[in-house]
């Protein structure tokens, strides 16, 4: 049976987009074959429609603003393309001179851009509106490691719902006996605090891409 790609399937692209380090090089190329296909068009490439969005995304990494709403409504519109521009955006940021001798880790824009790109991908999930595709990204996002007390026996995730009590939106619904410890410790001493009575702690849905 031939397994579908990031090129021909949007809902791969979204898994391979979503948790790249669960696949191997030859997928995740793939997925920037995906996006560079908007690109090319009766057979042509279409380098300055490449640039002009380039700027446009790297421009927009740098606004607070932008990267907030991109959490609601999607900056770019296709996972493949996304991740095209924020991989470019990255490496042209690396290349500046200015950051030439600076550690990664310690340049702002990078986090910025990261940021954008995650909350871009959020939004896209949510809009994509598959239940099924975003509660298998959970489980390995929050799945405890070989470490951790050993795996779960039962799903990590065991259903995404809406919760009027805890603000708009979908939350992800995960028992603590299955959590990592990384995910218990996103919640802050509020939301320990109110639902420390609770069997199973929510997380919102556009927490999904951070690991």
């Known amino acids: 049976m031939t397994q579908s790609t990031p090129v021909e399937d949007e809902r791969t692209a979204y898994r391979v987009a979503t948790l790249p380090l669960e696949y191997g090089t030859t997928r995740i190329n793939q997925l920037f074959t995906r996006g560079y296909n908007r690109y090319i068009v009766d057979g ?53 001179p200015k950051f030439e001798h600076v550690p990664p880790r310690k340049v702002q824009v990078l986090y910025d851009i990261r940021e954008l790109y995650v909350n871009n991908l959020a939004s896209l999930l949510r809009e994509f509106g598959d239940g099924g595709l975003q509660q298998d990204i959970a489980e390995v996002l929050y799945a405890k490691g070989p470490g951790e007390d050993g795996p779960h026996p039962g799903r990590v995730c065991t259903g ?7 603000g708009e939106g979908l939350y992800l619904e995960i028992p603590m006996a299955a959590a990592s410890r990384e995910c218990l410790v996103h919640a802050d001493t509020e939301t320990r605090r109110s639902r420390r009575t609770a069997h199973s702690r929510q997380e919102q849905l556009p927490l999904c891409a951070r690991r």
Not at 57 to 71: C, H, I, L, S, Y
Not at 160 to 166: H, L, N, S
Request: with cysteine; aromatic share 6%.
């Open 44 to 96: 042509e490439d279409q380098p300055e429609d490449l640039l002009n969005d380039l700027e446009r995304f790297g421009t927009a990494a740098f606004k607070e603003d932008v990267r907030a709403n991109a959490a609601e409504e999607p900056f770019v519109d296709e996972p493949g393309t996304l991740a095209v521009l924020a991989t470019l955006s990255a490496i042209c940021v690396k290349a500046h």
């Open 160 to 166: 995404i719902k809406e919760m009027p009590e805890f």
